[in-house]
């Protein structure tokens, strides 16, 4: 079962998963894909809490890609599971699924920010980093 919690901090609409995104998981997931605000700048996708991904969990994702780059928002996915990375670069689509580690803080002082899959990080996620707390 998929939990789904939205939390606005700022520009930035926070998307945190938690269980298994799958068949099961697309209609909630869909449901909290049409409520997101279309008034912040920027949405993060936290996957931490994560534990499967399948292939139309992919899609899913896929989808709130098109959804976000419509409402000319930026997207950033932290915390992918290892599964979900290897499903992205086995698809081609690291261009699309913009992963990045989240910048070092006081509460995650381990944490150091990442390229994604393919080296480089695009612009947009270059800001968001740049730009976090």
């Known amino acids: ?3 789904v919690d939205v939390d606005e901090q700022g520009d930035t609409t926070l998307l945190v998963l938690r269980g298994d995104l799958d068949l099961a998981a697309a209609p909630r997931f869909r449901s909290a894909v049409q409520a997101l605000p279309r008034r912040a700048r920027s949405v993060t996708v ?4 994560v534990h499967h991904v399948d292939s139309v969990g992919l899609g899913l994702l896929i989808g709130l890609v098109r959804r ?4 000319g928002q930026a997207l950033s996915v932290v915390h992918p599971p290892a599964l979900l990375r290897q499903m992205v670069a086995l698809c081609g689509l690291e261009t699309a699924l913009p992963f990045v580690e989240p910048p070092a ?3 995650n002082p381990n944490a150091d920010a990442q390229p994604n899959a393919d080296g480089a990080f695009d612009a947009e996620v270059g800001r968001a980093l740049r730009s976090a707390p």
């Open 105 to 107: 803080s006081p509460a």
């Open 1 to 3: 079962m998929l939990a």
């Open 68 to 71: 976000v780059r419509a409402a």
């Open 46 to 49: 936290e996957l931490a809490g």
